[in-house]
């Protein structure tokens, strides 16, 4: 089963940066995409970030300019780099894992998610 670990979720007031980790537990190449959901109380999970296995991202509209996805194959991570952070950011951040397209065990996995809050 793969593990998918994140970290570098805090507190930080408005205005303020913050950057996420994803440690996956095997190479990420093996999927068909890396991404980022996040989760506010009594909200339904939403996409923050995809990064395909080809490179090729996908960012919410909102976020698009504020956040920015990337990897580190070698290191098996992804990162996700938030900045000018507003308090509506808020929420509970998982990394995903989405190999619902492999030929081989397919699955699409989740980390156990991080905390990010942002006062203003």
């Known amino acids: 089963q793969v593990q998918l670990v994140e970290s570098g979720g805090g507190s930080v007031q408005a205005g303020g940066s913050l950057t996420l980790s994803c440690k996956a537990s095997t190479s990420i190449s093996t999927f068909n995409a890396m991404g980022w959901y996040r989760q506010a109380p009594g909200k339904q999970r939403e996409l923050v970030a995809t990064i395909a296995r080809g490179g090729r991202i996908n960012y919410s509209d909102s976020l698009k300019g504020r956040f920015t996805i990337s990897r580190d194959v070698a290191k098996a991570t992804v990162y996700l780099q938030m900045n000018s952070l507003e308090p509506e950011d808020t929420a509970v951040y998982y990394c995903?894992?989405?190999?619902?397209?492999?030929?081989?065990?397919?699955?699409?996995?989740w980390g156990q998610g991080t905390q990010v809050t942002v006062s203003s």
């Open positions: 995903n894992a989405d190999g619902r397209l492999k030929l081989t065990m397919p699955g699409n996995y």
